[in-house]
């Protein structure tokens, strides 16, 4: 044994480092993985859409019923963005700050949304309030109308999107601890004040990144929304749902052309994404995470 | 302002950190809440702020009961160990965020705010760094702020939790000699939580010695030091040697010299006069003979360290199974007695000594 080890150079390297070889074959697997999966579609997405020219393409993008998708995309995240930054402040603020018995319960639940499949996300919601469901002869009597409708849409996009303000906070606030708090409690601060100077600010820009990952995810979310939908042209399409539609019927520079809005969308969120990690990454949860 | 603390119990989960703990502590005072950690110090401290709610007892500011208000009514200065200041808020804003939050009827304006802020800063020599923010700053400029921010709502009392844990010896050092001082000219009641019994004896106007949730003793620095209470006491201040030895009739033998037992009465009723006891003498409560005189006990040197004044001198001694540790004036180190494997003769000058309960 002492000769078979007596040939690796030890002294030469450090314990984790790895021959060239082996770090060029890994590098190399990354970066063709990526170019295949990520990058190409990408870039597949803005050639179909400028396929038959710049002119098909804006035309397409001026339908009427894509322009409806987008606007009902933005109404339903300027809806459900507000909602989850709320919950996810209260909740971060009550697991971070206070002991309370089923502590790590209310940690799990928040991560619900992760690992159930957005189709169940939707379902949820059509066993609720759909025409079989016990709600539906009140909400019947009443006119309200949530499946099929902006509601849902709303309340399906909420339940997939919450995790990820509360998911930004939690970490950042737990570490950050209480003392700043008892601070400004002991310069005779109330409650809501040592909100608003001391805790707020203190975890402000991980506050805007979670708002970042949420808003893009309410924005591209498809599988939840679809199941609440009902697919009512120009009516309660989303931009994503759009696509499908546009896709199914063989109109592939609209559906490409709405895609790539969505891609867009995607992009500038990924670049404010890497500003604020680059520029503020030490207040940043994850930063620790990763 | 003066503070009555009657008999504060805390109770963490099932694990007592407070266990009955009475204390009067004078108007403009300025007291050391001294013992190691875990003994319950900073929850007193904390305890008093209303940071900490106890389990019973009462709290009394001035004959007022205040064990029912919150943290922000009571009116205290608090130092955190941590210094917490805001870390967004420049420390001009840190200073003045006390007068900012209050109810618009109370509330300075704008101006006089700023105003407040500039003279708070520039008694903690801090003028000029109004506009930098926490992250600027070096530790004790950091401990000034925080000092600063909780002198701003003009407190009725300061608390201060390890208020130089966190800096190094020489800054430390500067800020004790700095907060006396400043105490002697705001004459503002002060309490301070250490475990640095130095800080404690040097910086205090009395030292409560604080274990296991009970308070030792409580008295002047001189008084905690040279006539300690409790065996906890003797073995926690000062550098001192321990013996194990057995009393008869009140006398306890100690490297060849007879001590009678400590006089503390520990409210366990007379003190016992036989059996096994256990005696505390002070690394200068050490005397080195050299060998002419043939007083004491002999012994053998097994290491000098000649650094500073005195030259502290490790020894065995037949008999005892740990070295015994001395400190001897430096003339006699020079005089060339004291070297490495030369044999001498010990003798305690003092020791404390009191009997062993357990």
Redesign the interface.
Known sequence: MANLFGRVPIGLRSAVNEGAFTRLTLILIAVVFLALFLIMPLILVFVEALRQGAGAYFEALKDPDALSAMRLTLTVAVIAVPFNIVFGLAASWAIAKFDFRGKNLLISLIDLPFSVSPVISGLVWVLLFGSHSVLSPWLQAHDIQILFALPGLVLATMFVTFPFVARELIPLMQEQGTTDEEAALSLGASGLQTFWHVTLPNVRWALVYGVLLCTARAIGEFGAVSVVSGHIRGQTNTMPLHVEILYNEYSFVGAFAVASVLALLALVTLGIKAVLEWRYGNQLASGHRR | MQISIRNITKQFDRFPALGGVSLEIGSGELVALLGPSGSGKTTLLRSI???EHPSSGQILFDGEDVSNL???ER????A?Q?Y?????MTVLNNVG??LK??PRKTRPSRAEIRERALELLDLVQLGGLENRFPSQLSGGQRQRVALA??L??EPRVLLLDEPFGALDAKVRKELRRWLRQLHDRLGLTTIFVTHDQEEALELADRVVVMNKGEIEQAGPPVEVYDDPATAFVSEFLGTVNTFQTTLSDGIAEVLGTDFPVADADIGEGPQRRHGPAIAYVRTHEIELLSRERAEGIPAIVRAVFPFGGSVRVELAVEGYDTPIQAEVPRAFFEAGEVRVNSGLFVRATNARVFPQYN
Do not use: D, K, P, W
Request: charged share 15%.
């Open positions: 702020a209303g940071l919150s943290v922000g009116r205290i200065g608090f955190f941590s917490a200041l805001f870390r967004h965020f006390g939050v209050r921010r909780a701003a709502i």
